[in-house]
């Protein structure tokens, strides 16, 4: 399962993923240049340019995911000179790409204190003023869906970066670092700037900073005899779906992905599926319609077009959350047979190169693209899905510099680090107190398909892990997460702190895996940096007790609550 760092290899799947790669590729001279390039054009004016020589910091950070935000805030109000770098030319990660209720309704929110906790204080603030009325209390932590637009997470993000005194710097793609044994000395970025500190947090949803000072991770899954994990490995709880799934040459139609069924259980290096979290708007004077794209070709849709002749029952391809502003999260169904997700072409993007990366990038916004304009035009469709996607378009006033797309991909699973501890599934769902608690996650074990197989007279859905919840809260069950998850082995780094691609199972990952279990421990790397500066010690060395202290009187909570 662990890929080695920088190999190419040929994509799987049908013929026409092959040419989707081919004809991406063919663009590929940068990393999406869109969104991955030098500069900060719409950025707030605090945000450095940065040139010249090397810039000295304290604390560098890596990544402006919501977790990276919280790490750097959490290092700035600690009194450590901070900076934050981040690829994209946006700062929050999903949480400003269109992820805009993000989970803890799943989770024991009486436990999600800290940065988080003021996050939606902030939300609810910045509502509150506009007399807009949510349907929820931040106050009150019910399962009811924390909404926000976009636009407002992103805004708040800076601000609390501004207010930290944060320095943050976007479109800057690491390129290379520099260790002094085992220590970390600087990043430098593809542009040639350089970024020295004392600490570094790897925060990307990649763990690229990680791969790239030599720490030990792996991709995939873990076969079920490894760690004797129950939910490991190989998996169908969908029912298979009966449909002619070959075309007139007998070779698989587009976005099947596999024609070999493996058994249950067995480990591979296949990871869950990503897709994109789409702003949609109802407000036909806040749309962009869904146009038909440059590339478009009907016949990639044969899929979907069968499916929905053999099943017109269909209620729909995405699951739509209700947002402010007549708005909608668009997300990829867990539990639909097809979705906005291209299921089994994402195993190679952890570890492949910019080209690779960006070609798999934009499979997926063509699919997407050309996906919606199907569901409005093409005659297959069922009339109330086509009716429902007509009366629906990008929102206008979210990503109006990206072109109102997304503009981040969602990776729901990366690297994972092979750390000082290793959490699998009996840490989270069995063995749940911990000796060095820095948070408590709750999300129950949830992982979406990992590849779609044809079968003699259909396809199955492999890999998804359906929620596995307690009793009336529908949360999965709280444990604490330890700090030795979030640190490399002392051999291998001795200053770097790794929240989001932390060590762990795929089991594990796929409950910790969500923004505000991250956002948890981005709050506590920032101030385990901070100790770790303090005390000039290793971050495997950080006092523990000291440690918890500075935690919780930064607002986390270390104990697992009760709940009913």
């Not at 493996?262 to 990503?274: F, N, R, S, V």
């Not at 195993?347 to 699919?367: C, F, L, Q, V």
Request: hydrophobic share 40%.
């Amino acid at each position: 399962m662990e890929h080695k760092k920088g190999k190419d290899q040929q994509p799987a799947g049908s013929l026409q993923h092959r040419r989707a790669f081919i004809r991406s590729s063919a663009l590929a001279a940068a990393f999406i240049p869109q969104l991955f390039s030098a500069g900060t054009a719409g950025a707030a004016d605090f945000i450095l340019d940065v040139t010249g020589p090397r810039q000295e910091f304290d604390v560098v950070v890596y990544g402006a995911t919501p977790a990276g935000i919280a790490a750097a805030v959490a290092a700035g109000r600690e009194g450590k000179r901070t900076v934050l770098v981040e690829p994209l030319l946006i700062a929050g990660g999903m949480m400003s790409g269109g992820l805009s209720f993000s989970d803890s309704n799943q989770m024991a929110r009486e436990a999600l204190r800290g940065i988080f906790e003021e996050f939606h204080l902030r939300v609810e603030k910045h509502y509150k003023d506009k007399g807009v009325q949510l349907p929820y209390e931040v106050g009150v932590k019910d399962n009811r869906p924390w909404t926000y637009e976009p636009h407002v997470a992103e805004n708040i993000f800076l601000a609390m970066l501004q207010e930290a005194g944060v320095t943050l710097v976007l479109g800057e793609t690491l390129q290379r670092v520099r260790k002094k044994g085992k220590a970390l000395q600087w990043l430098r970025t593809a542009s040639g700037k350089t970024f020295a500190g004392k600490v570094f947090i790897d925060t990307t949803y990649e763990g690229d900073l990680m791969a790239a000072a030599g720490v030990q991770f792996r991709v995939g899954r873990e076969g079920r005899s490894e760690f004797n994990e129950a939910l490991a490995g190989a998996a169908y709880p969908k029912k298979p779906v009966k449909l002619d799934v070959y075309d007139s040459q007998g070779k698989p139609l587009p976005y099947i992905s596999a024609t070999k069924r493996p058994p249950e259980g067995e480990g591979d290096d296949l990871i869950m599926t990503y897709s994109f979290r789409f702003c949609f708007s109802t407000d036909p004077a806040n749309q962009v319609p869904f146009t038909k794209p440059d590339n478009y070709d009907p016949a990639e849709y044969e899929l979907v077009r069968r499916f929905l002749k053999a099943y017109p029952e269909t209620e729909r391809l995405i699951d739509l959350y209700q947002l402010p502003g007549n708005k909608f999260d668009g997300n990829n169904g867990i539990g639909l047979q097809l979705s906005i997700g291209l299921v089994g072409l994402n195993a190679e993007y952890p570890n492949g190169s910019a080209s690779r990366r960006k070609a798999i990038w934009d499979a997926h916004t063509e699919y997407c693209k050309g996906l919606f304009y199907f569901l409005c035009t093409d005659p297959a469709v069922p009339e109330h899905i086509r009716s429902k996607m007509k009366g629906l378009g990008y929102a206008k006033d979210e990503f109006a510099k990206f072109g109102h797309f997304p503009p981040v991909l969602y990776v729901r699973e990366g690297r994972r680090m092979e750390g000082a501890y290793f959490l699998t599934e009996k840490d989270i769902l069995h063995d749940v107190e911990k000796p060095d608690s820095i948070g408590i996650g709750s999300f129950p074990v949830d992982s979406h398909d990992c590849q779609r197989i044809a079968t003699e007279d259909g396809f199955i859905n492999e890999g998804t892990i359906f929620p596995k919840r307690l009793g009336n809260r529908k949360i999965g069950r709280p444990y604490q997460m330890p700090y030795r998850a979030i640190t490399p082995k002392a051999e291998q780094c001795t200053n770097l702190l790794v929240p989001v691609c932390l060590s762990s199972s795929h089991v594990a990952f796929s409950s910790v895996r969500v923004e505000p279990a991250w956002i948890v421990l981005g709050q506590s790397a920032g101030v385990a940096a901070a100790a770790a500066i303090d005390e000039g010690a290793a971050v495997q060395q950080v006092d523990y007790k000291k440690l918890a202290a500075r935690l919780e009187k930064s607002g986390q909570q270390l104990n697992i609550p009760v709940v009913d």
